[in-house]
């Protein structure tokens, strides 16, 4: 089942490319969702609306969860679950930047079973299934490990902050970034940079595809706390994503402040 899951993320994932690039740089309307949401395009919707209607009528007895979709508690009691992020990236999609993915998995009982993140604009396509290695445009791929210090970490600023590191330390790692959160994981996956991390709670949608692609890279893959990640979760949320090597990812744990001081911290 995951293979054949697999494909059929594939065929979609294409078809929500070549629609993304019918908006993309031709300045499509967009607005703000609101509650610090963020942005949304027409082309965010027009993705969702299509990736819904072929993945769903493929497979209807599946749940849905989608950044672009009003969540379906009944998702909760279904065996499998499509997890989509229709346009992982809309910032980047906005100012014609090439960094947007789409982010499409199938999770069985809160594991990633199949899994594809696609940018069309690169024409780039990374790929997993739970009995298959993970792939970037049908090459496997696999993670760089490094010690931490001077190492290559996707992460967004406020990783930065020095009191979420032991100590009030943070390590002399070299912070870069990407727009796509998914992306970031899987650029992780393929060894381009040695480690992928959000310390802050990430969306479903947006780690769950890549989240298999790393871990059948080669990478470990956990929450912040070192924990192993569900997915179909009620809230969709997972409290953080830790993406190396296994030497890497041991020393970037180390490293972190334990979260029980974090709290103790936020209540004085």
Request: hydrophobic share 45%.
């Amino acid at each position: 089942m995951p293979a054949a899951d697999l494909s059929l993320l594939i065929d979609a994932a294409r078809d929500a490319g070549r629609i993304a690039l019918r908006y993309w740089r031709r300045s499509p309307r967009s607005w703000d969702k609101g509650g610090g949401q963020g942005p949304v395009t027409e082309a965010d919707l027009a993705v969702n609306t299509h990736l819904e209607t072929v993945l769903r009528g493929a497979r209807p007895d599946y749940g849905w969860l989608s950044e672009e979709s009003a969540d379906d508690p009944s998702r909760l009691s279904a065996e499998r679950c499509f997890i989509v992020d229709p346009i992982d990236g809309t910032r980047a999609f906005i100012d014609g930047q090439e960094g947007f993915s789409h982010a499409l998995a199938v999770a069985h009982r809160g594991r990633v079973v199949a899994a594809v993140v696609h940018l069309p604009a690169r024409d780039t396509l990374y790929a997993a299934s739970s009995d298959a290695s993970a792939t970037c445009n049908g090459r496997a791929i696999s993670p760089s490990d490094a010690g931490l210090q001077n190492a290559r970490v996707l992460t967004n600023r406020a990783s930065l902050d020095p009191a979420l590191w032991r100590g009030g330390n943070k390590p002399a790692f070299r912070r870069e970034f990407r727009p796509s959160l998914a992306w970031r994981l899987c650029l992780a996956a393929e060894g381009r940079f040695h480690a992928a991390l959000s310390l802050r709670p990430a969306w479903e949608w947006d780690i769950a595809a890549a989240s298999l692609i790393a871990e059948q890279a080669g990478c470990v893959v956990t929450d912040r706390t070192g924990g192993e990640m569900r997915f179909n979760t009620p809230r969709g949320l997972v409290d953080g994503v830790i993406v190396a090597g296994p030497r890497l990812h041991g020393l970037i744990l180390q490293e972190l402040a334990p979260i029980d001081a974090l709290v103790g911290q936020a209540g004085r």
